[in-house]
């Protein structure tokens, strides 16, 4: 079945970085643009960013651009998140999910904590 399966969560302090990973199976990678969404406690699950299936594009929401940056390497069924210049209001479960954005997500996986503290 279709699984994905994040890890790199972890806290760090503020201007930190954290690289996010996520792993699919059960599907044909290559064949699908992949995203990442996150969910901070209390809040709507909010759209983070998507990658084309060939990486030719690439996509983030405006609370993120040009401190997180997305990739995917399709002979490892991998997706990416490199996080920098991480602040509180980055604290959230971020989950990857297979799909470009809201519209066509169709499976998420269970997530992965990251906490931004000083």
């Known amino acids: 079945q279709v699984q994905m399966r994040e890890s790199g969560g972890g806290l760090a302090q503020p201007g930190g970085s954290l690289r996010l990973s996520c792993v699919g199976s059960?599907?044909?990678?290559?064949?699908?643009?992949m995203s990442w969404f996150r969910q901070a406690p209390g809040k709507e699950l909010e759209w983070v960013s998507g990658?084309?299936?060939?990486?030719?594009?690439?996509y983030y929401a405006d609370s993120v651009k040009g401190r997180f940056t997305i990739t995917r390497d399709n002979t490892k069924s991998t997706v990416y998140l490199q996080m920098d210049d991480l602040k509180p209001e980055d604290t959230a479960r971020y989950h990857c999910?297979?799909?470009?954005?809201?519209?066509?997500?169709?499976?998420r996986g269970q997530g992965t904590q990251v906490t931004v503290s000083s």
């Open positions: 999910a297979r799909g470009l954005s809201h519209y066509d997500a169709d499976f």
């Open positions: 059960g599907f044909t990678f290559s064949r699908f643009a």
């Open positions: 990658i084309y299936d060939d990486s030719t594009g690439t």
